[in-house]
């Protein structure tokens, strides 16, 4: 079974404040990406990455930053951390290979309440 | 560029009755459709996808969706609730040459009532 974990289930910051989110999964995928989730909006992509070293931005990539350093591990980084950054932070991983049809397994989420 | 809207954002149902949850997509492409499910305080996990392989795609946990080319739909469906499928569903599209990149709909909880 694929394995996506992620390193906090809940998570209090205060404003301003830099947070990492670190996500690993176990199934060499190339392809690892982070959303966010909130009530009404389903999930939206911050930032995705097809490579070690490589990235791209989604389409709600203000205020985040990421890094992947190694295939198996992806990290999400709040700079200064808002009021509007409180949030579900999901993790996905994925193969490669440019098709449509391979799906993304999840990591359970962490839930980040900045104050 | 790729889009789905769930026409339902909630829906409620008896148990033993049947499920229908709609969805709608746009694609400029040949797309592969997906749904997941997300039970409370769990991650989303796969329900079902189409691939272009057969327009019915049977799913777990007997589920099973049609795809509608001519409709533009994706609509899940269960012949029989059970109380353990209350949890939020969310209908997605992936186009290829873009990374596996997911758009997600906004998602519809199910109730499940005695």
């Known amino acids: 079974d694929v394995k996506v974990t992620q390193s906090s289930r809940y998570l209090v910051k205060r404003t301003g404040e830099k947070v990492f989110l670190e996500c690993v999964q176990d199934?060499?995928?190339?392809?690892m990406f982070w959303y966010r989730q909130d009530p009404g909006l389903g999930l939206r992509l911050i930032y995705f990455s097809y490579d070690v070293k490589m990235k791209e931005k989604g389409d709600i990539p203000e205020g985040y930053s990421v890094s992947r350093e190694k295939k198996e591990r992806f990290s999400l980084i709040l700079e200064s951390a808002s009021t509007n950054q409180t949030s579900m932070y999901l993790c996905?991983?994925?193969?490669?290979?440019?098709?449509?049809?391979?799906?993304?397994?999840f990591g359970p989420g962490t839930r980040l309440t900045v104050l | 560029a790729q889009s789905v809207t769930q026409l339902d954002s909630h829906v409620s149902v008896s148990e033993g009755t049947p499920v229908l949850l709609r969805c709608n997509y746009s694609?400029?492409?040949?797309?592969?459709l997906f749904w997941y499910v997300q039970h409370p305080n769990k991650g989303l996990q796969l329900l079902l996808k189409y691939t272009s392989a057969a327009t019915l795609v049977k799913g777990i946990n007997g589920f099973e969706a049609e795809f509608k080319k001519s409709e533009t739909s994706f609509h899940l469906t269960k012949p029989s609730a059970h109380m353990s499928d209350a949890a939020e569903y969310f209908c997605v599209v992936s186009e290829a040459g873009t990374a596996s990149k997911l758009t997600f709909g906004t998602g519809t909880r199910l109730q499940v009532t005695l």
């Open positions: 199934m060499d995928h190339e392809n």
């Open positions: 996905a991983s994925g193969l490669a290979g440019g098709v449509s049809y391979n799906e993304q397994f």
């Open positions: 694609s400029s492409y040949s797309p592969s």
